[in-house]
């Protein structure tokens, strides 16, 4: 079954700093990659999905890559700021016709004033 | 506006007993999921749902049933079997390879 590691339980970073977050999986090369929000003592809410032809996804300050031959995806939130301290998911989706996400165990980010 | 609405949000159960939690969707998805999530781990999937009066098992359903008899409501029951239930519980909705959508959850706990 797929594993996905996300390498980092939590990130701190300076205010206006890029944040990086990685997130691996282990087998089979998913058909795409999900990362979503969660709040604490909320449901995950989604940011953005990259498919496995895309190179690169943007919206707004957050970037997405997804690499094939690393098995990785990078996820990128620029300028970053005080909201955007919250717990990252990184999801995969084994392809088409399939329902079901394998959530990485999330990185935790706290984006310091 | 459009969501998925879980109820109640805190949840309290007696030992031998079996409790119910409820989510609803008005998004018109076809599928539901529900999720378990405990302090540092991912969500693991329980049950999901693709059509209504159909679900399959996830990777932990022992000790959890569900029913889908209608497409906006799919009701997770913990039953006394489940040794463990202490847990935060997420339900969520999709269309195929499609984001899901979640509800802001129920916590479980045992008194």
């Known amino acids: 079954s797929q594993k996905i590691e996300q390498n980092s339980e939590a990130l701190n970073i300076q205010e206006g700093k890029t944040a990086t977050l990685t997130c691996n999986y282990t087998?089979?090369?998913?058909?795409?990659l999900q990362w979503y929000r969660q709040d604490p003592g909320r449901g995950p809410v989604f940011l953005l999905l990259?498919?496995?032809?895309?190179k690169e996804k943007r919206k707004e300050r957050l970037k997405v890559t997804f690499d094939t031959t690393l098995k990785q995806s990078l996820f990128h939130i620029t300028a970053s700021q005080p909201a955007d301290s919250a717990t990252y998911l990184c999801?995969?989706?084994?392809?088409?016709?399939?329902?079901?996400?394998?959530f990485g165990k999330g990185t935790k980010l706290s984006v310091i004033p | 506006d459009g969501g998925i609405t879980q109820s109640p949000k805190y949840l309290f159960r007696k030992e031998g007993q079996n409790v119910t939690l409820s989510c609803e969707q008005n998004l018109n998805h076809d599928a539901m999921y529900w999720y378990r999530q405990d302090p540092g781990q991912g969500l693991r999937l329980i049950y999901y749902?693709?059509?209504?009066?159909?679900?399959q098992k996830g990777d932990i359903a022992e000790g959890y049933s569900v029913s889908r008899e209608k497409k906006e409501s799919f009701p997770l029951t913990v039953t006394s079997a489940q040794k463990n239930p202490t847990a935060f519980y997420l339900c969520a909705s999709s269309m195929t390879n499609q984001p899901q959508h979640f509800g802001d959850g129920t916590r479980l706990s045992i008194l």
């Open positions: 749902s693709q059509i209504v009066n159909d679900f």
């Open positions: 087998n089979y090369s998913p058909a795409y």
């Open positions: 999801a995969c989706g084994p392809g088409a016709g399939s329902y079901q996400l394998t």
């Open positions: 990259i498919r496995e032809n895309e």
